[in-house]
């Protein structure tokens, strides 16, 4: 069977929205969800609430297209408001972030992690050791490693000092390659 892919530009999608065009609602989310979901998905273990956030996402996007500054960047605005959600969700769970603050004089013990050894295991063995780190941890390193934000801003968002992120993501980091160490002594 033969597919036929339109091409439509974001903008004009977005324009049609904001003129009631139901059918433009339904091509951005078929041709976005998919991202935000997965974007989602990897600081949420419970796929129900991930599915949540991505529901709850679009329908704060969709009622609020007017504010879309670029409307060539539907995708990016989107993913942000899941994100943010997400993190104020976690946030209303209370038990996702501590700011390690007085802790930070303590220094953890340096391992040399080799960035190469991560790249060198499977796909499925990171993933698994990424979801089973702590919410705080792999939200760190979710929003840093996927969603490319620096870590000044994960600070801020989370409402932590740029100190604390950097300390739980190299934690989180270490966490990764104890599993990944482990996974390889015991043959998996």
């Known amino acids: 069977m033969l597919e036929v892919k339109l091409s439509i530009n974001e903008s004009d999608l977005v324009t049609r929205c904001i003129a009631g065009e139901e059918r433009a609602y339904s091509i951005l989310y078929s041709k976005y969800a998919a991202s935000v979901y997965n974007s989602v998905s990897r600081m949420l273990t419970n796929s129900a609430e991930a599915e949540d956030m991505l529901q709850e996402a679009f329908c704060v996007a969709f009622e609020q297209l007017d504010r879309l500054q670029n409307q060539d960047n539907f995708e990016g605005w989107v993913k942000r408001i899941a994100i ?36 060198q295991r499977q796909v499925d063995d990171v993933k698994k050791a990424i979801e089973a780190l702590p919410e705080g941890y792999r939200t760190i390193v979710s929003l840093y490693l996927f969603e490319e934000i620096p870590q000044e801003e994960i600070a801020h968002m989370l409402g932590l000092s740029y100190s604390t992120v950097r300390t739980q993501y190299h934690r989180a980091k270490k966490k990764i390659y104890l599993s990944l160490i482990d996974k390889q002594d015991y043959g998996r």
């Open 84 to 119: 943010n959600r997400t993190v104020s969700f976690l946030r209303k769970k209370k038990h996702v972030f501590k700011d390690d603050y007085f802790y930070e004089a303590i220094v953890d013990e340096e391992h040399d992690i080799s960035e190469e050894f991560l790249f």
